[in-house]
């Protein structure tokens, strides 16, 4: 069931009357009396966050784990603080048991690249020849994919610094869990939470969030707990932050440099945010740190920075694993063992990728037979390692390589992956007369690269063909001969405008990340032979500095697929660009936080300014009227994403958040027609559900009900009652679905219309008995998942709260602000699951459901939902009723598309304050979210102000 948090009451509202909560009316009833028949603390609480750190790593008794730790000699224990490097397929089960098992048991491994199958079978090898369990780790820093081809894959951290999408960085987090468990990974070397504020840095860059400290902080947070929701060990790295470093530490001791303050402000911040926040592990790097007169040493062996800083400065009390000791800022100046002793002395728990774990092992169980290091020091290491493995589900069965397969089969891009990909295409520089690119234009494509290993290439070039056969690429080797450059300047004779493509990585040891000065020259003489110039940066945004006088500069921040799929759909403007720079580029205007919104930039071009201003005031005078505190809108024209804004904040305290488009809404009922209705609609289509069905067909204890069928739920003629107050009557879960199933019907069915939530209910349980599936579940398969609704969901998850959009403060039930629980009572006590109320949504998701409607049932090229359906769905029913099938109608223009839109237009309202209308003949709709219940459902406003904003915009767009 849903989470019901506890909370301290809040100062009791004088409420005269309240509302029905039936989410669709604003009609009002007599106050209810303060009955708690179900106590709003008694209902299931179910947590969705990760436990606290204090909870994994207890330090009191904890039999299962002392029992483990009593039948371990010293080596042993020492042994289990050891993760050698292991390269799945490479070497053969029965070398890794001679090599590791026979001489010292390891506590896991940390993998490096290989094929999914292979990473897999390994685990299970090794697993069943250890005597306790492994732990596996690995660098996944954006997906399986990053060492796995053909797996998962997710934009590059500077790319979700861009995407101004916290949520979906969780969410991200998440999948990322669940695939590395399937495979048997249960800790991820992520997320990387070095601060880039060095645009030379050779090693970080784009693997760095951003060179904000706080946004840094922000989404390694969320990162780390979207990993840990999925129960999987994430690793903030690189302890105490590599960003701020010229050198890469691969190739040699790294020194970060700079006063104390700024350093502590700066790159410690991030990890501060996330050991606060929660983080269960710390990857120390091979670091020196000025401010701690430790620039000789890298933090892996400091005691000054691990158990100094990391430890008592910061408080942190989980696992310290080191970066991998085989790097040359270590192993160029320590051997083995020396390094394994000093690092445990500094304060490590966990030696990763030794080049000589055995060595490493012996030194260690000598330094603590001279009285070095005590063997307690060691317990408390092996103990934590230990209770982390239990945490993360190592003890239990791993899944069958069956699961295994299944995930290799599944699409690299999920809808996570796409959102975020989308939402970071950044537009810097532009020109309205040649960007976006014309589908029928001839264009030259030329394509520079600092290495032959970019392997979707082929998929962008692909991408851009599909939309545009003109396009002549040409793929300039990264070494130019003088033939290779001919060929080139034949080529681009005959063009006036030239897109160049630019790909760098990002490359281990090499000491380099930015354009060649010959690349660069090549783009700048372009320029200079009078071309234009649109220049795509599959790779990190700093080259502009290096390339300053080109026409189009736009960026996905890296070449994985989701953003090659997403820069190619930009650049001819099937998306909106609206992605945020993450970073400052010196001596430039780009300064962080800068980013051209296409769609803006497109409408000011167009002459359409006037009219976003007069949106924008409209939908300020309800804030200002107290109608709401804040709102968020899409407009939708001819078929396409016309205009979007958000306003106001989430209450009406001047330092509450800000609205933004991204922002979760309670949408009330707007769940019965966005999910529910559209589940009917597709069981309808497919031949599963009889409209003209009985209930009873599809659930035996509706059989008291034989005039009921699924079309009279719909069209609100059912017989059944409007609502009842659960909570009152003591009854939740199926105690309720058992209710409705025995209640009698209030009047004749088809006699009359009463818009009816218990209808509703009911419909979505008929959808999980004809699916087999939770009405979540099957939502998010046939639609929020290919609709690319990534954001919308019901219960949001514990890190998804602070940025839900309040409703009430409720002072009957739950005596609390009502944020991030659903409002309606009833869908409260049904587990916030319900075919009536419970889904939380963004403005923009629901605007992409619109979009699907209107186009005929298609969304990113798939048919969800058939044309026919959908007009069948949108009829009114005739009679005296407004109501079609799940939506209302403009019926006799009497509905709230007022006098300007037309009578059969459609819509729906949501009782906490959002609504559709729409024209599916002119595709013109207009979503409007708000927080209408704050901080009372009981105000007045809501309903004329619904009405004069259809009207003011019909008036100044529809037909037009």
Same mark, same amino acid.
């Given at each position: 069931?849903?989470?019901?948090?506890?909370?301290?009451?809040?100062?009791?509202?004088?409420?005269?009357?309240?509302?029905?909560? /039936?989410?669709?009316?604003?009609?009002?009833?007599?106050?209810?009396?303060?009955?708690?028949?179900?106590?709003?603390?008694?209902?299931?609480?179910?947590? @969705?966050?990760?436990?606290?750190?204090?909870?994994?790593?207890?330090?009191?008794?904890?039999?299962?784990?002392? #029992?483990?730790?009593?039948?371990?000699?010293?080596?042993?224990?020492?042994?289990?603080?050891?993760?050698?490097?292991?390269?799945?397929?490479?070497?053969?089960?029965?070398?890794?048991?001679?090599?590791?098992?026979?001489?010292?048991?390891?506590?896991?491994?940390?993998?490096?690249? #290989?094929?999914?199958? $292979?990473? =897999?079978?390994?685990?299970?090898?090794?697993?069943?020849?250890?005597?306790?369990?492994?732990?596996?780790?690995?660098?996944?820093?954006?997906?399986?994919?990053?060492?796995?081809?053909?797996?998962?894959?997710?934009?590059?951290?500077?790319?979700?610094?861009?995407?101004?999408?916290?949520?979906?960085?969780?969410?991200?987090?998440?999948?990322?869990?669940?695939?590395?468990?399937?495979?048997?990974?249960?800790?991820?070397?992520?997320?990387?939470?070095?601060?880039?504020?060095?645009?030379?840095?050779?090693?970080?860059?784009?693997?760095?969030?951003?060179?904000?400290?706080?946004?840094?902080?922000?989404?390694?947070?969320?990162?780390?707990?979207?990993?840990?929701?999925?129960?999987?060990?994430?690793?903030?790295?690189?302890?105490?932050?590599?960003?701020?470093?010229?050198?890469?530490?691969?190739?040699?001791?790294?020194?970060?440099?700079?006063?104390?303050?700024?350093?502590?402000?700066?790159?410690?911040?991030?990890?501060?945010?996330?050991?606060?926040?929660?983080?269960?592990?710390?990857?120390?790097?091979?670091?020196?740190?000025?401010?701690?007169?430790?620039?000789?040493?890298?933090?892996?062996?400091?005691?000054?920075?691990?158990?100094?800083?990391?430890?008592?400065?910061?408080?942190?009390?989980?696992?310290?694993?080191?970066? +991998?000791?085989?790097?040359?800022?270590?192993?160029?100046?320590?051997?083995?063992?020396? +390094?394994?002793?000093?690092?445990?002395? =500094?304060?490590?728990?966990?030696?990763?990728?030794?080049?000589?774990?055995?060595?490493?092992?012996?030194?260690?169980? *000598?330094?603590? $037979?001279?009285?070095?290091?005590?063997?307690?020091?060691?317990?408390?290491?092996?103990?934590?390692?230990? &209770?982390?493995?239990?945490? =993360?589900?190592?003890?239990?069965?791993?899944?069958?390589? #069956?699961?295994?397969?299944?995930?290799? $089969?599944?699409?690299?891009?999920?809808?996570?992956?796409?959102?975020?990909?989308?939402?970071?295409?950044?537009?810097?520089?532009?020109?309205?007369?040649?960007?976006?690119?014309?589908?029928?234009?001839?264009?030259?494509?030329?394509?520079?690269?600092?290495?032959?290993?970019?392997?979707?290439?082929?998929?962008?070039?692909?991408?851009?063909?599909?939309?545009?056969?003109?396009?002549?690429?040409?793929?300039?080797?990264? @070494?130019?001969?003088?033939?290779?450059? @001919?060929?080139?300047?034949?080529?681009?004779?005959?063009?006036?405008?030239?897109?160049?493509?630019?790909?760098? &990585?990002?490359?281990?040891?090499?000491?380099?990340?930015?354009?060649?000065?010959?690349?660069? /020259?090549?783009?700048?003489?372009?320029?200079?032979?009078?071309?234009?110039?649109?220049?795509?940066?599959?790779?990190?945004?700093?080259?502009?500095?290096?390339?300053?006088?080109?026409?189009?500069?736009?960026?996905?921040?890296?070449?994985?697929?989701?953003?090659?799929?997403?820069?190619?759909?930009?650049?001819?403007?099937?998306?909106?660009?609206?992605?945020?720079?993450?970073?400052?580029?010196?001596?430039?205007?780009?300064?962080?936080?800068?980013?051209?919104?296409?769609?803006?930039?497109?409408?000011?071009?167009?002459?359409?300014?006037?009219?976003?201003?007069?949106?924008?005031?409209?939908?300020?005078?309800?804030?200002?009227?107290?109608?709401?505190?804040?709102?968020?809108?899409?407009?939708?024209?001819?078929?396409?994403?016309?205009?979007?804004?958000?306003?106001?904040?989430?209450?009406?305290?001047?330092?509450? +958040?800000?609205?933004?488009?991204?922002?979760?809404?309670?949408?009330?009922?707007?769940?019965?027609?966005?999910?529910?209705?559209?589940?009917?609609?597709?069981?309808?289509?497919?031949?599963?559900?009889?409209?003209?069905?009985?209930?009873?067909?599809?659930?035996?204890?509706?059989?008291?009900?034989? *005039?009921?069928?699924?079309?009279?739920?719909?069209?609100?003629?059912?017989?059944?009652?409007?609502?009842?107050?659960?909570?009152?009557?003591?009854? &939740?879960?199926? &105690?309720?679905?058992?209710?409705?199933?025995?209640?009698?019907?209030?009047?004749?069915?088809?006699?009359?219309?009463?818009?009816?939530?218990?209808?509703?209910?009911?419909?979505?349980?008929?959808?999980?008995?004809?699916?087999?599936?939770?009405?979540?579940?099957?939502?998010?398969?046939?639609?929020?998942?290919?609709?690319?609704?990534?954001?919308?969901?019901?219960?949001?998850?514990?890190?998804?709260?602070?940025?839900?959009?309040?409703?009430?403060?409720?002072?009957?039930?739950?005596?609390?602000?009502?944020?991030?629980?659903?409002?309606?009572?009833?869908?409260?006590?049904?587990?916030?699951? #319900?075919?009536?109320?419970?889904?939380?949504?963004?403005?923009?998701?629901?605007?992409?459901?619109?979009?699907?409607?209107? @186009?005929?049932?298609?969304?990113?090229?798939?048919?969800?939902?058939?044309?026919?359906?959908?007009?069948?769905?949108?009829?009114?029913?005739?009679?005296?009723?407004?109501?079609?099938?799940?939506?209302? *109608?403009?019926?006799?223009?009497?509905?709230?598309?007022?006098?300007?839109?037309?009578?059969?237009?459609?819509?729906?309202?949501?009782?906490?304050?959002?609504?559709?209308?729409?024209?599916?003949?002119?595709?013109?709709?207009?979503?409007?979210?708000?927080?209408?219940?704050?901080?009372?459902?009981?105000?007045?406003?809501?309903?004329?102000?619904?009405?004069?904003?259809?009207?003011?915009?019909?008036?100044?767009?529809?037909?037009?």
């Amino acid at each position: 069931m849903i989470i019901l948090r506890k909370a301290p009451l809040f100062p009791a509202l004088v409420l005269f009357f309240l509302l029905l909560p /039936g989410c669709g009316s604003d009609e009002k009833i007599p106050v209810r009396e303060n009955v708690n028949n179900v106590a709003a603390d008694e209902v299931e609480i179910v947590p @969705n966050g990760s436990p606290d750190a204090s909870e994994i790593f207890p330090e009191g008794p904890d039999p299962f784990i002392d #029992s483990i730790m009593s039948s371990m000699t010293l080596f042993e224990k020492v042994s289990h603080m050891m993760f050698p490097a292991l390269q799945p397929g490479v070497r053969t089960k029965d070398w890794l048991e001679n090599r590791h098992f026979q001489n010292y048991k390891p506590g896991g491994f940390v993998l490096f690249g #290989s094929s999914m199958r $292979k990473t =897999a079978e390994m685990i299970r090898e090794m697993q069943a020849i250890s005597k306790i369990p492994l732990m596996f780790a690995e660098d996944f820093e954006r997906g399986v994919a990053m060492r796995i081809n053909g797996s998962k894959t997710y934009p590059y951290n500077m790319a979700l610094g861009a995407a101004g999408s916290p949520q979906l960085v969780y969410e991200m987090g998440k999948r990322i869990a669940a695939d590395s468990k399937i495979l048997g990974v249960h800790w991820n070397l992520s997320p990387v939470a070095d601060v880039n504020n060095n645009p030379g840095n050779p090693i970080i860059n784009v693997r760095s969030f951003s060179e904000s400290p706080e946004l840094a902080g922000e989404l390694s947070l969320m990162m780390v707990r979207g990993l840990q929701a999925g129960g999987m060990l994430s690793s903030l790295k690189h302890f105490p932050g590599h960003g701020n470093t010229t050198i890469d530490s691969h190739s040699d001791l790294a020194v970060i440099h700079g006063s104390k303050k700024e350093f502590l402000e700066t790159e410690i911040k991030p990890f501060k945010v996330a050991i606060d926040g929660g983080a269960y592990t710390v990857m120390v790097g091979h670091l020196g740190v000025d401010a701690y007169n430790t620039s000789d040493t890298a933090a892996t062996l400091s005691h000054n920075i691990i158990s100094g800083l990391l430890r008592n400065e910061l408080g942190f009390k989980g696992i310290v694993n080191t970066d +991998a000791m085989s790097m040359k800022a270590i192993s160029k100046y320590y051997k083995p063992g020396v +390094a394994a002793v000093l690092t445990v002395k =500094a304060g490590t728990d966990v030696i990763m990728a030794s080049p000589e774990p055995l060595e490493g092992i012996n030194a260690i169980v *000598t330094a603590i $037979k001279r009285g070095e290091i005590t063997e307690e020091r060691i317990d408390r290491s092996v103990r934590k390692i230990l &209770q982390a493995k239990r945490w =993360a589900g190592v003890f239990e069965p791993l899944s069958p390589l #069956s699961a295994v397969d299944k995930l290799f $089969k599944e699409k690299e891009i999920d809808e996570i992956s796409k959102d975020l990909a989308i939402r970071s295409i950044t537009l810097l520089k532009t020109d309205d007369s040649i960007f976006p690119l014309d589908k029928k234009k001839k264009y030259f494509h030329l394509i520079l690269r600092d290495g032959r290993d970019f392997p979707n290439i082929k998929r962008f070039k692909e991408e851009l063909n599909k939309r545009n056969s003109r396009i002549e690429t040409y793929d300039l080797p990264p @070494n130019p001969d003088k033939d290779d450059l @001919n060929i080139y300047e034949e080529k681009i004779a005959n063009y006036n405008e030239v897109i160049v493509s630019v790909y760098l &990585q990002v490359r281990q040891s090499s000491g380099r990340i930015n354009l060649t000065k010959d690349a660069a /020259g090549l783009i700048n003489a372009l320029k200079k032979k009078g071309k234009k110039v649109i220049v795509l940066a599959h790779s990190h945004p700093y080259i502009l500095m290096d390339i300053p006088n080109v026409d189009v500069f736009v960026t996905n921040y890296g070449a994985e697929l989701s953003g090659e799929m997403a820069l190619a759909a930009a650049v001819f403007g099937e998306n909106n660009i609206s992605g945020k720079l993450p970073v400052s580029l010196p001596g430039t205007p780009y300064k962080f936080g800068t980013g051209i919104d296409l769609l803006k930039e497109r409408g000011k071009t167009l002459g359409l300014q006037g009219i976003y201003d007069q949106i924008d005031e409209l939908v300020m005078s309800g804030i200002r009227d107290s109608v709401f505190p804040g709102a968020a809108i899409v407009v939708i024209k001819d078929g396409k994403l016309f205009y979007e804004n958000s306003y106001g904040r989430f209450t009406y305290d001047s330092g509450s +958040a800000e609205v933004k488009l991204n922002s979760l809404f309670d949408i009330a009922s707007l769940t019965k027609v966005t999910a529910t209705t559209f589940a009917v609609m597709k069981l309808y289509e497919e031949g599963r559900i009889s409209l003209d069905s009985p209930v009873a067909q599809y659930m035996p204890e509706f059989k008291d009900k034989p *005039t009921v069928t699924v079309r009279s739920i719909l069209l609100h003629n059912s017989g059944l009652p409007a609502s009842k107050i659960y909570y009152k009557l003591g009854l &939740q879960g199926q &105690q309720i679905i058992d209710d409705i199933c025995n209640t009698p019907l209030e009047y004749k069915t088809g006699s009359k219309t009463v818009y009816s939530d218990l209808g509703m209910i009911i419909l979505g349980k008929v959808v999980e008995r004809v699916t087999g599936e939770d009405f979540d579940d099957h939502l998010r398969r046939v639609l929020w998942a290919p609709a690319g609704m990534s954001m919308t969901r019901f219960n949001p998850d514990d890190a998804n709260i602070p940025f839900c959009v309040p409703t009430e403060i409720d002072d009957y039930w739950r005596f609390r602000l009502v944020q991030g629980t659903v409002h309606d009572e009833n869908c409260t006590l049904l587990g916030g699951i #319900s075919g009536h109320a419970g889904i939380f949504s963004t403005v923009q998701d629901v605007g992409k459901f619109m979009l699907m409607l209107l @186009n005929g049932g298609l969304a990113g090229g798939e048919q969800l939902i058939k044309p026919a359906t959908i007009a069948t769905f949108l009829k009114r029913g005739g009679g005296k009723s407004s109501r079609a099938l799940g939506w209302d *109608t403009n019926f006799e223009h009497k509905g709230l598309g007022g006098k300007k839109f037309p009578v059969y237009s459609f819509g729906h309202t949501g009782f906490t304050g959002t609504s559709i209308w729409a024209d599916p003949v002119s595709k013109f709709a207009l979503i409007l979210f708000t927080n209408r219940v704050h901080p009372t459902r009981d105000k007045e406003g809501m309903k004329a102000f619904r009405l004069r904003y259809h009207e003011a915009l019909a008036s100044l767009l529809l037909h037009k």
